[in-house]
């Protein structure tokens, strides 16, 4: 939680503030939930689903 501190303000004034303050500031990021795997690189997009893999030959 955050401390707000505006010497001389008013109950009035004090309410604006932190309403003001809960509009514009950002809120804190969520933690992704355990149901989303995390992201993993998953083979070759560049070759087609009908393309074979490049073959070794020999020397």
Do not use: K, N
């Not at 303000?9 to 309410?15: G, Q, R, V, W």
């Amino acid at each position: 939680m955050t401390r707000i501190v505006a010497p001389g303000a008013t109950d009035a004034e004090m309410a604006a503030i932190l309403i003001a303050y809960e509009a514009l500031w950002p809120d804190p990021p969520t933690s992704t939930s355990a149901d989303t795997p995390p992201w993993r690189f998953s083979g070759r997009w560049w070759l087609d689903e009908d393309s074979q893999p490049p073959r070794r030959t020999g020397r």
